[in-house]
């Protein structure tokens, strides 16, 4: 089903887009953007949902590193949060975290997270539990959570890159409401012009995204063409038709 079709479906109503000169743009410094955004965004919306419920806690910052024979695997993250995850359940208590990932000069990578901790209870260390077999890990108070994971983001322009298939960031703990917003931020930019205000935006099959609360849907203006190893973002609809597409080597 096409992006057309499924609105009709929904009964959306398609929204024109606006002339836009072509944009060149650099992937690795978008990445690089994404992960900031996602998770500085991803802890403040954490930090606010526990203050304004008035749940008492204290975060804390762990540092997962590896022994120096030891290579990483996309695995070792999500056990570990996992095992972490069983341990609060176990307490009857809610996990809420947010981490990402540091790719040090010598190429090798480790991990910061923050984890909100309920007030009386104490985390074990992570590598003496099992959960971080892999390196040593380290524990420590975080006065400013959202500071501290935006002082790493911030080391995120460095020119080497990610292993492949790496996963960069995480968080988890939102709310529904905490989790719309999160969509909002995380959406395109001319996602946000559009709708100005937060406010529940979801991607759709086949391409675009709706505002849930109004119905309103709009197709991506944009289409990524590649020449010569530049990426381009070009206009991809005008005056509701297809624009011919030329883009010189």
Known sequence: MTAENEASVFGLVHSATSDTQPIEIDPTKQRWKKLRCATITGARLIQQQLSQGGQRTYPV?????????????????????????????????????????????????????????????????????????????????????????????????QPNSFPKGLRTHGRGGLDATSRIEMRWWSSPEWVRKWCSSITDVRKMTGGGFVCVDTGEWRRCPWIVLFANGRVILKQAYQRGRQQEIDVQS
Not at 65 to 91: C, D, M, Q
């Open 61 to 157: 910052m762990i540092t997962l590193t590896y022994s120096p024979r030891v290579s990483w695997n996309s695995r070792h993250v999500s056990v570990f949060l996992k095992n972490t995850r069983e341990w609060f359940r176990r307490r009857g208590r809610k996990f809420y975290y947010a981490w990402v990932a540091e790719l040090m000069k010598n190429g090798m990578v480790h991990f910061h997270v923050i984890v909100w901790m309920p007030k009386g209870y104490r985390l074990p260390k992570p590598d003496k539990r099992g959960w971080w077999p892999h390196g040593m890990t380290r524990i420590e108070g975080a006065r400013n959570p959202v500071g501290y994971i935006a002082k790493y983001c911030s080391k995120a322009d």
